[in-house]
């Protein structure tokens, strides 16, 4: 069982419009060394031709088409949509400087993505 505890932070779905490098930078500042950030996902393919089999594929490609991407690049942010998948989301941490990132899915859900990672 994971316990989380004050040196931990978690979040939901897709980051926020600002620039998603920004958005994580505050959250790994305002983390404790060996602190962990949770985050939930979508389970998407990070390549286009990868959602066709999705079970929901078509679903969220027209959702982040006509949603998550155009309001995403009005304000400012990278416009990655719900479809950006584990890879880039892999990339962003690692940007952010997380470490020891771990992605695993709850039992019994195939829709969602739970990223594990670790401020140095």
Known sequence: MIRIRPKHSTSSMTLPNPPRSKVLQSIINSLKPGGAYFRGEFAAPSHLH????????????GVSVMYCITTSLAYGGAGLGTMWGEHTGREFLEDAGFIDIQVARMEGDPLHNIFVSTKR
Request: one cysteine or more.
């Open 50 to 61: 990868e959602s066709v089999d999705h079970m929901l594929g078509p679903t969220l490609c």
